[in-house]
T-cell receptor
Framework: GAVVSQHPSWVICKSGTSVKIECRSL??????MFWYRQFPKQSLMLMAT?????????EQGVEKDKFLINHASLTLSTLTVTSAHPEDSSFYIC??????????????FGPGTRLTVT | SQQGEEDPQALSIQEGENATMNCSYK?????LQWYRQNSGRGLVHLIL?????REKHSGRLRVTLDTSKKSSSLLITASRAADTASYFC?????????FGAGTTVTVRA
């Protein structure tokens, strides 16, 4: 159980275009989804936290107009990288927290999406 | 934000040996978690230890937590080639996870 999928697994796009990445919880409902970014051989950096039906909360230094996050349902969150540039090339990973009556800090991670902007 | 520091950054051991890595953090936590990441892949949750726990075992994994020193350790016993990966600690507070820099473990056959 607690499987999270991401689509696509990898994408190459041209500079200036926008790219949408989907994150789905397959067998559970996720009240909260998280988006991380990971540069090669580095750790994961939290970009934003999204709760179903409300606006995402972005971490300091993350441009909310560039990284649009939508959490339309309890099983789907999307990250759109707008007007992508080569410096946006990275590994993007989402995670989801299981909805429960009490706080649960366990996050289930998707397999990641490799974005390359040329 | 990244608050954990892991030590060592890289570790190379022979198959069958034990691997130990440490994680230090700066703020209070609700729990601390360890994850494994194979090259270019997603994260696999290994073990979670709550702030009121001191030690936890799961198979060949042993995790300790010392909240007074704000540190944790992960021990992998009887390592296998398949254990080759990067290992990250992550502290949990207010629903958020903050990841350490990771330890890259290479297990030589």
């Amino acid at each position: 159980g607690a499987v999270v999928s991401q689509h696509p697994s990898w994408v190459i796009c041209k500079s200036g275009t926008s790219v949408k990445i989907e994150c789905r919880s397959l067998d559970f409902q996720a009240t909260t989804m998280f988006w991380y970014r990971q540069f090669p051989k580095q750790s994961l950096m939290l970009m934003a936290t999204s709760n179903e039906g409300s606006k995402a909360t972005y971490e300091q230094g993350v441009e909310k107009d560039k990284f649009l996050i939508n959490h339309a349902s309890l099983t789907l969150s999307t990250l759109t990288v707008t007007s992508a540039h080569p410096e946006d090339s990275s590994f993007y990973i989402c995670s989801a927290s299981v909805a429960s009556g009490t706080p649960s800090y366990e996050q289930y991670f998707g397999p990641g999406t490799r974005l390359t902007v040329t | 934000s990244q608050q954990g520091e892991e030590d060592p950054q890289a570790l190379s051991i022979q198959e069958g040996e034990n691997a130990t890595m440490n994680c230090s953090y700066k703020t209070s936590i609700n729990n601390l978690q360890w994850y494994r990441q194979n090259s270019g892949r997603g994260l696999v949750h290994l073990i979670l230890i709550r702030s009121n726990e001191r030690e936890k075992h799961s198979g060949r994994l042993r995790v300790t937590l010392d909240t007074s020193k704000k540190s944790s350790s992960l021990l992998i016993t009887a390592s296998r080639a398949a254990d080759t990966a990067s290992y990250f600690c992550a502290t949990a507070l207010d629903y958020k996870l903050s990841f350490g820099a990771g330890t890259t473990v290479t297990v030589r056959a």
